[in-house]
């Protein structure tokens, strides 16, 4: 069966440090994958999605970016933190041809 | 794809059934109906979908209008584990782009 794991699931960082989350899929090849970010209070806000390695799209203008490495890995990277970059960070993954997307359990970032 | 309004938060008693309204009025023919929920401080959940036809599983029932510019989702017997966030997307199935969530219908399950 796929998994999704994502880590840490909890992480403080001051600001302008740098940021770095993983996130992995298991039991498939070639996902969509997807970075999420939800403000608190807020609603999903797509960051990056990526159908291929390599290939990201990015949703909104920011100091954060997105890379695919390996077929199965989507990172979520910053080179400097800003306060208004917390928030709970999902990623989620889409099998090619299925039409449901399954999401990870989030970190929960605190810039401060 | 087609964007989509729901109410911003309903109340529902526990055993009762929760009937979840969503407007998508510009709808395209080969766009599907999706609903996943969230509850707090966990990823989303997918619960079910359909084009137009009725659809129904073990989570959940999809009722769509004939005319596709609205559905409901129906839970039919509401648990006070159902408290989530519920959010319904209209988009072309398999797709291999983007997918956009709305603010949803916060949920709450009264005991």
């Known amino acids: 069966s796929q998994t999704i794991h994502q880590w840490p699931a909890t992480l403080v960082q001051p600001v302008g440090s740098p940021l770095s989350l993983e996130c992995t899929v298991e039991g498939t090849s070639n996902p969509n994958l997807y970075w999420y970010r939800q403000a608190a209070g807020r609603g999903l806000q797509l960051l990056f999605y990526s159908v291929g390695i390599g290939q990201i799209s990015s949703e909104v203008p920011q100091n954060l970016s997105a890379s695919r490495p390996q077929d199965r890995q989507f990172i979520l990277s910053s080179k400097k933190l800003l306060l208004s970059d917390s928030g709970f960070y999902l990623c989620a993954w889409k099998p090619r041809l299925n039409t449901e997307a399954f999401f990870g359990q989030g970190t929960r970032l605190t810039v401060v | 794809d087609a964007k989509t309004t729901q109410p911003t938060s309903m109340d529902c008693a526990e055993g009762r059934a929760a009937n979840l309204p969503c407007n998508h009025s510009?709808?395209?023919?080969?766009?599907?109906v999706y609903w996943y929920r969230q509850i707090h401080s966990q990823g989303p959940q997918y619960i079910i979908h359909?084009?137009?036809n009725n659809e129904t599983n073990e989570m959940a029932s999809l009722i769509i209008t004939e005319d596709r510019k609205s559905s409901t989702l129906i839970l039919p017997h509401a648990t006070l584990r159902d408290t989530a966030v519920y959010y319904c997307?209209?988009?072309?199935?398999?797709?291999?782009?983007?997918?956009?969530f709305g603010k949803g219908t916060r949920l709450h399950i009264l005991p």
């Open positions: 510009t709808i395209s023919g080969n766009e599907y």
């Open positions: 997307i209209v988009r072309v199935a398999n797709r291999d782009d983007k997918i956009i």
């Open positions: 359909g084009l137009k």
